[in-house]
């Protein structure tokens, strides 16, 4: 999406450089939506679906360009535009995941890049975590040749990993003694729906990489039978799908012995069988998992 700022001839494009100048000035909100409201009315003229798509990837490519000096720079564009941002986030399913589109289409070239900025969108809350995972096995895995990108698996580790590591610290909270009740039940409550969210994210992974790793992807059966893949190269994607299944299922099981139901229960069990042993059972509870999580890690790596 390069040219969307280059180029007077590209779709948008004039008011993509727009955008650029007013962000390099720090425009007016009033005036950035003027420019946005432009875009959605071409748009709408040339039947586009959902016309936040567009003035997204050009507001985010804008965003790239501005601070593509250094990460310091991006951080402060993102900053700036960070209110924007939520609320393109909370409108659109479809431009949520363009926000991720636009990130690594700019920094295509240095990959490394977006993952960063991908990490920074995730803590400021902009993405969400599912967002990210369904744009890689939704619109980018195709029929899982993006499976052998070492950049792609980085940034859904990383992603996933934030949520697991939330989780955790959540859990450790639950089993600190003394707790007035009302906390208790907070942080159960929160503890219970951070939960669920983490179960569906890896059943959205193993459902995915399932398809690949036992070939009934549609698009990965398509291609072969288009002759767009050799045999060879079938058998390849295959594999990627399955040690990438096996990576993120033994993750997930990783995480519920950690901070599934039973876990926790049984570590608030033996803090009140014998109090001075909770330093112990948190420590305990967090080195198991951080060691099978090494181990899952040591198998990306030899896949």
């Known amino acids: 999406m390069h040219r ?90 479809l431009a949520r995941r363009q926000i991720v589109a636009s990130v ?39 029929a899982g040749e993006s499976l052998a990108k070492s950049w792609v698996f980085e940034m859904v580790s990383n992603t996933i990993a934030k949520v697991t590591n939330r989780n955790r610290q959540i859990a450790s909270a639950r089993v600190q003694k003394d707790l007035p009740q009302e906390q208790i039940d907070m942080v159960e409550a929160t503890l219970s729906k951070d939960r669920d969210n983490a179960r569906e994210l890896f059943k959205y992974l193993e459902d995915a990489l399932r398809g690949v790793a036992d070939g009934s992807a549609d698009r990965l059966i398509e291609k072969e039978t288009n002759g767009e893949l050799s045999s060879e190269d ?34 608030i069990k033996l803090l009140a069988a014998e109090p001075n042993s909770e330093a112990m059972a948190i420590d305990e509870a967090v080195d198991e998992g951080n060691g099978n999580a090494e181990d899952v890690n040591g198998d990306a790596d030899m896949a």
């Not at 490519?61 to 700036?80: P, Q």
């Not at 994607?237 to 139901?261: C, D, L, P, Q, Y």
């Open 234 to 267: 079938g058998q390849l994607i295959r594999a990627w799908g399955k040690r990438w299944h096996t990576v993120f299922i033994r993750k997930a099981a990783v995480e519920e012995s950690v901070v599934g139901e039973d876990a926790v229960e049984a570590r």
């Open 104 to 142: 690594i289409e700019y920094w295509k070239d240095q990959p490394g890049v977006a993952v960063r900025i991908i990490d920074i969108l995730l803590n400021y809350m902009i993405l969400a975590p599912m967002t990210v995972v369904q744009w890689v096995f939704g619109d980018y895995m195709d």
């Open 4 to 93: 969307l700022i280059k180029a007077s001839e590209t779709p948008y494009g004039q008011e993509g450089q727009t955008l650029l100048m007013q962000l390099r000035k720090k425009a007016a909100p009033e005036e950035i939506q003027e420019t946005i409201n432009k875009i959605h009315e071409q748009a709408a003229q040339q039947g586009v679906a959902d016309v936040l798509v567009p003035s997204t990837d050009a507001f985010v490519t804008a965003i790239c360009r501005l601070g593509a000096k250094s990460l310091s720079h991006v951080l402060s564009c993102i900053e700036r535009g960070k209110d924007r941002l939520l609320d393109i986030a909370q409108q659109s399913e």
